[in-house]
């Protein structure tokens, strides 16, 4: 018998379907002919807790840091022991296994661990699946690869789960306990990457408490021109008192100017005009969806995260949503047609792009190089008929072809055009921008572009007609948001300081996985570290504390960033993972020591921020399940949650 062992039973089931013959039900399998489907449920086992290497480690003690397990442990989890017995009777059948775990670092680890657990020693294939349809699948099934040849991405994925186990157990307990000393009756969660996205919010809220706003004017000028009217600005010379960026710090000279200006003649002494031509976005990675998701339908993106998974489990619209990658298969171009008609003919507004597509037009979207484990989101070709979906999820199907659409547009063609007037011996400058092919544009937005500038000719004159100085103030940044955060930790290299650093960061994947950055913002909000207030996320009174009361390394990006920057090396060179949690142990016993009562209590005394609701997971003074292993708010072995 062939066995194939699934990552969740919809994708048990799409494979089964796709095997010739007559599906048999079984208890937690599917048979078909020769071939029986099995199937995990997520995360079957998971990092056993401390007080399994060691009973006398249930109880949370200082002394008893760092916890660093000799021989690591896995252990099935209370609810998956009924289908661990499935798939151990199973393999004692099987003379071959095939893993089809999800297409990425995750989904090797969660099948292959249970292969490993329950002692298979033969051959196992390596089946790929990134669309549920069933001549997807089919084509998958057709060739299936030496598993082995995944052996790096699943080290790498082990080395990451025992990693998140070793930095947020120790640093958990030690700031939990010392933070009980300090009088605060509750977990103080860290994670490697939960607690540095909670410093981004924490320094973000800081740059706006603490603010000042500081007055700047402009002044500007309606000119009259030979073919029309524009509206041109002051560009003071620096015998004005000017601020870093140009702009005008008293208001006296701008007065004194206006009051001059209407009526004054002058001339376009420089006439400057650049034509541009912009591809279309990429089709969708995860995280690229969830910030436009975000900002178009108010999504959050745990929303637009879930919202994918039923459009590609239960609907079967769309490919593997959890990718990191914005590029297609080359293959995949010559079915582009056929796949976007059969999506996309049942809905009016994509029935209209699907019109205006030239699918003889080839972007640079179709890329080999490009496509890893997965590629972009796609639509899978099945239609579509989003009257029977939920809003959100025909708003989210939407975007995904909208982005595939677009790549048979022309490129927006423009051209920006910068026009200086001399007037009264002073600078004043117009910028317009003229569309001269619209390409992909109308499937992103419906607003009015600004009006052009009219036709001009260097060297014509021009007229005041009316002049006005305007009193701005200089803004705080904003704060974040979903879409924003979102995309703070897909760009984490922008909040390093050091330029090595973040050359080096440019390079590899952000702060969080596609899978986890959703999850990481929502486990942030559910322990009372961050507040939702409309769109905004803001740091709670909690949370800053506990970032004041860490070293600082600790809270910033790029320790985490850099992980995955060796975690990556591990999965694509091949690289040994004992170096990496060699450093990690080393790093750990520094920040051990930086744990103390008193720098807890003054944080927690000082801290500024928002209230929060009492996080889950916290308990009554003196009970012992405050202190648990197991706990959900302190526990960093379901790894299919961040830390």
Same mark, same amino acid.
């Given at each position: 018998?062939?066995?194939?062992? #699934?990552?969740? @039973?919809? !994708?048990?089931?799409?494979?089964? %379907? *796709? /095997? &010739?013959?007559? $599906?048999? +039900? ?25 007080? #399994?290497?060691? @009973?006398? !480690?249930?109880?949370?003690?200082? %002394? *008893? /840091? &760092?916890?660093? $397990?000799? +021989? ?572």
């Amino acid at each position: 018998m062939r066995l194939i062992i #699934a990552e969740k @039973p919809s !994708l048990g089931r799409a494979i089964a %379907d *796709a /095997l &010739p013959g007559s $599906p048999r +039900r079984l208890d937690g399998a599917v048979a078909v002919g020769d071939t029986t489907v099995t199937w995990c449920l997520g995360h079957l086992l998971e990092q056993a807790p401390p007080d #399994a290497y060691d @009973p006398a !480690l249930k109880q949370w003690r200082l %002394d *008893a /840091l &760092p916890i660093l $397990p000799a +021989r690591w442990k896995l252990m099935p989890r209370p609810k998956a022991r009924g289908q661990l017995a499935v798939i151990r009777k199973l393999l004692k059948e099987a003379r071959e296994v095939v893993h089809a775990g999800d297409p990425d670092r995750e989904g090797q680890l969660l099948v292959q661990e249970v292969i490993e657990h329950l002692g298979w020693k033969g051959p196992v294939s390596r089946l790929l699946v990134s669309d549920l349809n069933r001549p997807a699948v089919q084509r998958a099934l057709g060739r299936l690869e030496d598993n082995a040849r995944y052996g790096p991405l699943y080290r790498a994925a082990q080395s990451r789960a025992r990693a998140d186990w070793l930095y947020g157990i120790n640093l958990t307990r030690a700031w939990t306990v010392s933070g009980r000393q300090a009088g605060h009756d509750g977990v103080l969660s860290v994670g490697r990457v939960q607690t540095p996205v909670l410093g981004l919010v924490v320094r973000r809220d800081a740059e706006i408490r603490d603010f000042t706003p500081k007055p700047f004017f402009v002044l500007w000028a309606d000119l009259a021109v030979a073919q029309g009217r524009l509206r041109a600005w002051w560009q003071p010379g620096e015998a004005h008192p000017l601020d870093e960026q140009g702009r005008l710090l008293t208001r006296s000279p701008a007065e004194t100017l206006a009051e001059r200006l209407p009526g004054a003649e002058g001339r376009l002494t420089r006439l400057e005009s650049r034509d541009k031509r912009q591809a279309a976005p990429l089709p969708y990675s995860l995280s690229a969806l969830q910030v436009d998701a975000a900002r178009r339908h108010g999504l959050s993106a745990k929303a637009t995260l879930d919202v994918c998974q039923r459009l590609y489990e239960r609907h079967q619209l769309i490919t593997y949503p959890r990718s990191d990658c914005r590029y297609l298969p080359e293959e995949h171009f010559a079915a582009a047609r056929t796949t976007l008609e059969g999506a996309c003919g049942a809905d009016d507004t994509l029935r209209g792009w699907l019109g205006g597509a030239d699918f003889a037009r080839r972007s640079k979207a179709w890329n080999d190089a490009k496509v890893g484990a997965h590629h972009a989101l796609a639509p899978t070709g099945k239609p579509a008929d989003l009257a029977r979906l939920e809003k959100a999820e025909a708003d989210v199907f939407r975007l995904i072809a909208r982005n595939v659409l677009a790549q048979f547009y022309p490129p927006l063609a423009v051209r920006d055009i910068q026009a200086d007037f001399r007037i009264l011996e002073e600078a004043f400058r117009a910028k317009g921008q003229e569309i001269l092919d619209p390409g992909w544009k109308p499937l992103f937005t419906t607003r009015d572009q600004a009006p052009p500038l009219p036709p001009l000719t260097e060297g014509e004159p021009c007229r005041v007609e009316q002049a006005e100085v305007e009193d701005r103030e200089t803004r705080p940044p904003e704060p974040f948001t979903d879409a924003s955060l979102i995309k703070a930790m897909m760009n984490i290299a922008r909040y390093v300081d050091d330029p090595a650093v973040r050359r080096t960061l440019r390079e590899h994947d952000g702060l969080g996985t596609e899978a986890t950055r959703a999850g990481i913002i929502e486990t942030l909000v559910e322990r009372g570290y961050l507040v939702r207030q409309a769109k905004a996320l803001r740091a709670s009174r909690l949370g800053s504390a506990l970032i004041a009361s860490l070293p600082e390394a600790v809270g910033r990006p790029e320790r985490t960033a850099l992980w995955e920057q060796r975690l990556g090396a591990i999965a694509e060179r091949g690289d040994d993972p004992a170096p990496f949690l060699a450093a990690l142990i080393e790093d750990l016993r520094g920040l051990l020591g930086a744990a103390d009562a008193g720098r807890i209590r003054t944080s927690l005394a000082g801290a500024q921020g928002e209230q929060a609701p009492t996080p889950r997971g916290k308990t009554a003074k003196g009970g012992k399940k405050r202190a648990g292993p197991r706990r959900r708010s302190t526990a960093t072995h379901r790894r299919r949650r961040p830390t």
